[in-house]
T-cell receptor, first 113, second 113 residues
Framework: GQSLEQPSEVTAVEGAIVQINCTYQ??????LSWYQQHDGGAPTFLSY????GLEETGRFSSFLSRSDSYGYLLLQELQMKDSASYFC??????????????FGKGTHLIIQP | EAQVTQNPRYLITVTGKKLTVTCSQN?????MSWYRQDPGLGLRQIYY???????DKGDVPEGYKVSRKEKRNFPLILESPSPNQTSLYFC????????????FGPGTRLTVL
């Protein structure tokens, strides 16, 4: 089976930097994604890591260490609009051809002025 | 405009009355999924499809059926809904190349009485 762990809630200050961690236990690991979801909305894609290292997209960066089964999402220059839930998700591929996506339970990010 | 559409957006029904939630995408993606989202549990994959006539179970398939007769459509069928299927449902379509970006529909809020 697949399982992911991420903190349920993180609080940070506007303008600061915050890191949201994600650890996973997966067989057939293929890649790690991050999604943002505002209250009442649909999840939107932020980033994807298939290889070790850091991927940067504007104020958001994502890191993956396959050997540690660990990744994180880094948000810089926090803005009030970044208040949302953030989900990590593992893509896994089995030898039998199954190709699924398992999400973590989400981290609620609260931004304080 | 690239999009995933779902209908209906809201539905209240009674136990045992068959229902179908439609999902359509205009991006020519091969991979499509259905998720349910419940408080504290994150997004859980119900079924996915890697191509026309190819479907497979996700993490929580019990009580659901899907079909994929055309590339653009991926309906979710509840043959005999029960109250524990009350949830927020998302359809998603994935570009299985490069960044593995998944596009979500707006969601369907289902209540089974």
């Amino acid at each position: 089976g697949q399982s992911l762990e991420q903190p349920s809630e993180v609080t940070a200050v506007e303008g600061a930097i915050v890191q949201i961690n994600c650890t996973y236990q997966t067989s057939g690991f293929y890649g790690l994604s991050w999604y943002q979801q505002h209250d009442g909305g649909a999840p939107t894609f932020l980033s994807y890591n298939a290889l070790d290292g850091l991927e940067e997209t504007g104020r958001f960066s994502s890191f993956l260490s396959r050997s540690d089964s660990y990744g994180y999402l880094l948000l810089q220059e926090l803005q009030m609009k970044d208040s949302a839930s953030y989900f990590c998700a593992v893509r896994w591929v089995s030898g039998g051809g199954a190709d699924g996506l398992t999400f973590g339970k989400g981290t609620h990010l609260i931004i304080q002025p | 405009e690239a999009q995933v559409t779902q209908n209906p957006r809201y539905l209240i029904t009674v136990t045992g009355k068959k229902l179908t939630v439609t999902c359509s995408q205009n991006m020519n993606h091969e991979y499509m999924s259905w998720y349910r989202q419940d408080p504290g549990l994150g997004l859980r994959q119900i079924y996915y499809s890697m191509n026309v006539e190819v479907t497979d179970k996700g993490d929580v398939p019990e009580g659901y059926k899907v079909s994929r007769k055309e590339k653009r459509n991926f309906p979710l069928i509840l043959e005999s809904p029960s109250p524990n299927q009350t949830s927020l449902y998302f359809c998603a379509s994935t570009l299985r190349e490069g960044t593995d970006t998944q596009y979500f529909g707006p969601g369907t809020r289902l209540t089974v009485l």
